[in-house]
């Protein structure tokens, strides 16, 4: 069975940043993918912006060398590559100035089309881009914009830059990205939750045990070593990816799968989490291996303090969830790059099998990379006389597996969210009232280590990370899932 692929409105898409690593690396090339698919009109404009002094010609270019090498399957139908080439344009400009802006508004539209600007930018040019498109006449009722992590540092600088943000835009007009929700595990979360009768009787603390969430990565910081030294695995990962994906695992039905009654759901979440205690807080460095520096060494400061890997154990005080612990764990360095949820049911009550069976649980896995899909693993008896012998195996529904060449086709998590942002649809992005209340639960476990004096632990490149993070869950009688690919 085919997917179908239904045409977005005809728009033009400003990529402040045009000529940046985001840009390159996904923006372009998530556009050209679905250019390819027929999703978008012929007359849709995508226009770079940046400072670099380059014309339409050279800009092209540009995208040509940037889909040859993050989307080089697609680059044989060179018509097609021609065809999308000449939807792009470019124009040099001066963010915090006057040069480029009138050449740009004259480029648009107006509104004969959606008007979507991606500021992928630093944080600190949000407010003048605002100002200019304004001025300028480019910023409507029907404007959109599109912002990347991080949003903000902490809650107070979270809260200027919302502010920035809704001097010049309603809420409504602005699209929080956070490429993680755009996944598609993510979204069949929703789906397995929400669509079968077969989990959410269970989905609450009188059947499930404990849940784990699981972001490993094997790279290091590698160029990323000034910024990261100044945000570390908290800021950087936990406070927005991990904790989207604990809003969706622990969120209340919403009464319809509409934008901001998903996000209000998720709101609530975030309130009613507990304060995170020094005990249940894990956090390390990556050591140097054979080939591979460690992680002071990639940030050029032998004194830093800041952590690459940091486990927790989380308490959300609603009544589905008081008693289940959720334990979330994000690192670098690791044994091998793997994201997955994994939601842990309780034992049987009674077991009429004896002490020889052993002892079994059922654990619905949600993997978000590699390898997308999800299995539940059941109990069954192994085959072959001599008893009950009982073992666990997997109800497998790999994506690719199950759904054949369907499975292929399926758009990556840019793909998804700029379509979204051309239908209106922000069911995937974060609101300004949800950013600050996950930076006001984050802010107090930052102060409270900074508070302590803690260090990180070292931890082997190529490990689990600390062994501290192990006996986060060893004195409550649980252990992490083995990270592996």
Same mark, same amino acid.
């Given at each position: 069975?085919?997917?179908?692929?239904?045409? %977005?409105?005809?728009?033009?898409? =400003?990529? &402040? !940043?045009?000529?940046?690593?985001?840009?390159?690396?996904?923006?372009?090339?998530? +556009?050209?993918?679905?250019?390819?698919?027929?999703?978008?009109?012929?007359?849709?404009?995508?226009?770079?912006?940046?400072?670099?002094?380059?014309?339409?010609?050279?800009?092209?270019?540009?995208?040509?060398?940037?889909?040859?090498?993050?989307?080089?399957?697609?680059?044989?139908?060179?018509?097609?590559?021609?065809?999308?080439?000449?939807?792009? #344009?470019?124009?040099?400009?001066?963010?915090?100035?006057?040069?480029?802006?009138?050449?740009?508004?004259?480029?648009?539209?107006?509104?004969?089309?959606?008007?979507? &600007?991606?500021?992928?930018?630093?944080?600190?040019? &949000?407010?003048?881009?605002?100002?200019?498109?304004? @001025?300028?006449?480019?910023?409507?009722? /029907?404007?959109?914009?599109?912002?990347?992590?991080?949003?903000?540092?902490?809650?107070?600088?979270?809260?200027?830059?919302?502010?920035?943000?809704?001097?010049?835009?309603?809420?409504?007009?602005?699209?929080?990205?956070?490429?993680?929700?755009? *996944?598609?595990?993510?979204?069949?979360?929703?789906?397995?939750?929400?669509?079968?009768?077969?989990?959410?009787?269970?989905?609450? @603390?009188?059947?499930?045990?404990?849940?784990?969430?699981?972001?490993?990565?094997? =790279?290091?910081?590698?160029?990323? /070593?000034?910024?990261?030294?100044? #945000?570390?695995?908290?800021?950087?990962?936990?406070?927005?990816?991990?904790?989207?994906?604990?809003?969706?695992?622990?969120?209340?039905?919403?009464?319809?799968?509409?934008?901001?009654?998903?996000?209000?759901?998720?709101?609530? %979440?975030?309130?009613?989490?507990?304060?995170?205690?020094?005990?249940?807080?894990?956090? !390390?460095?990556?050591?140097?291996?054979?080939?591979?520096?460690?992680?002071?060494?990639? %940030?050029?400061?032998?004194?830093?303090?800041?952590?690459?890997?940091?486990?927790? *154990?989380?308490?959300?005080?609603?009544?589905?969830?008081?008693?289940?612990?959720?334990?979330?764990?994000?690192?670098?360095? +690791?044994?091998?790059?793997?994201?997955?949820?994994?939601? =842990?049911?309780?034992?049987?009550?009674? #077991?009429?099998?004896?002490?020889?069976?052993?002892?079994?649980?059922?654990?619905?896995?949600?993997?978000?990379?590699?390898?997308?899909?999800?299995?539940?693993?059941?109990?069954?008896?192994?085959?072959?006389?001599?008893?009950?012998?009982?073992?666990?195996?997997?109800?497998?529904?790999?994506?690719?597996?199950?759904?054949?060449?369907?499975?292929?086709?399926?758009?990556?998590?840019?793909?998804?969210?700029?379509?979204?942002?051309?239908?209106?649809?922000?069911?995937?992005?974060?609101? /300004?009232?949800?950013?600050?209340?996950?930076?006001?639960?984050?802010?107090?476990?930052?102060?409270?280590?900074?508070?302590?004096?803690?260090?990180?632990?070292?931890?082997? #490149?190529?490990?689990?990370?600390?062994?501290?993070?192990?006996?986060?869950?060893?004195?409550?009688?649980? *252990?992490?899932?083995?990270?592996?690919?």
């Amino acid at each position: 069975m085919a997917s179908r692929v239904i045409p %977005v409105d005809p728009f033009d898409l =400003v990529v &402040f !940043g045009g000529t940046g690593d985001l840009a390159r690396r996904k923006i372009l090339p998530a +556009l050209f993918r679905r250019f390819c698919a027929g999703q978008m009109e012929e007359n849709a404009l995508i226009i770079g912006a940046a400072r670099s002094p380059m014309d339409d010609e050279g800009y092209r270019a540009f995208v040509s060398a940037a889909l040859e090498e993050f989307n080089p399957s697609g680059i044989s139908d060179t018509e097609a590559v021609a065809g999308f080439l000449r939807q792009v #344009s470019y124009v040099a400009l001066d963010a915090t100035g006057t040069e480029g802006w009138q050449i740009l508004a004259n480029r648009l539209r107006g509104r004969d089309a959606v008007q979507a &600007f991606y500021f992928s930018v630093g944080p600190s040019l &949000f407010g003048a881009l605002a100002e200019h498109l304004h @001025s300028y006449g480019m910023a409507g009722q /029907g404007t959109r914009i599109v912002v990347e992590k991080p949003f903000g540092r902490d809650l107070t600088s979270a809260k200027a830059l919302n502010a920035t943000l809704a001097a010049h835009f309603d809420e409504s007009q602005i699209y929080r990205i956070d490429h993680y929700l755009g *996944k598609e595990t993510v979204q069949n979360l929703m789906a397995v939750r929400f669509g079968n009768m077969l989990f959410e009787p269970l989905w609450n @603390s009188q059947y499930v045990d404990h849940i784990q969430i699981t972001v490993a990565e094997t =790279v290091g910081v590698g160029g990323r /070593g000034e910024y990261y030294d100044r #945000s570390g695995a908290m800021r950087d990962m936990m406070q927005n990816h991990l904790m989207q994906l604990l809003c969706l695992i622990a969120m209340e039905p919403p009464a319809k799968f509409d934008p901001d009654a998903v996000r209000d759901e998720k709101l609530k %979440v975030i309130r009613a989490l507990d304060p995170v205690e020094a005990v249940d807080l894990v956090r !390390g460095q990556y050591e140097a291996d054979e080939d591979k520096p460690d992680y002071r060494s990639q %940030v050029g400061d032998a004194d830093t303090t800041t952590e690459s890997f940091v486990a927790l *154990k989380a308490r959300i005080s609603n009544w589905r969830w008081a008693g289940t612990p959720f334990y979330l764990r994000t690192g670098k360095r +690791l044994r091998a790059k793997v994201s997955e949820i994994a939601v =842990v049911f309780k034992e049987t009550p009674h #077991s009429i099998f004896g002490p020889e069976a052993g002892r079994h649980r059922n654990i619905l896995t949600i993997r978000l990379q590699p390898n997308e899909g999800m299995d539940l693993g059941v109990t069954i008896k192994e085959p072959g006389p001599g008893g009950m012998r009982l073992v666990d195996v997997p109800l497998d529904m790999t994506f690719a597996e199950a759904l054949g060449p369907e499975a292929e086709d399926v758009p990556d998590a840019y793909e998804r969210l700029i379509m979204d942002v051309i239908r209106g649809n922000q069911t995937l992005f974060m609101r /300004g009232d949800e950013v600050e209340a996950a930076w006001a639960w984050t802010d107090p476990i930052i102060a409270g280590w900074e508070a302590r004096g803690d260090t990180p632990q070292a931890y082997d #490149s190529g490990s689990s990370g600390p062994e501290d993070s192990l006996m986060l869950m060893h004195r409550d009688g649980r *252990k992490w899932r083995e990270i592996r690919a």
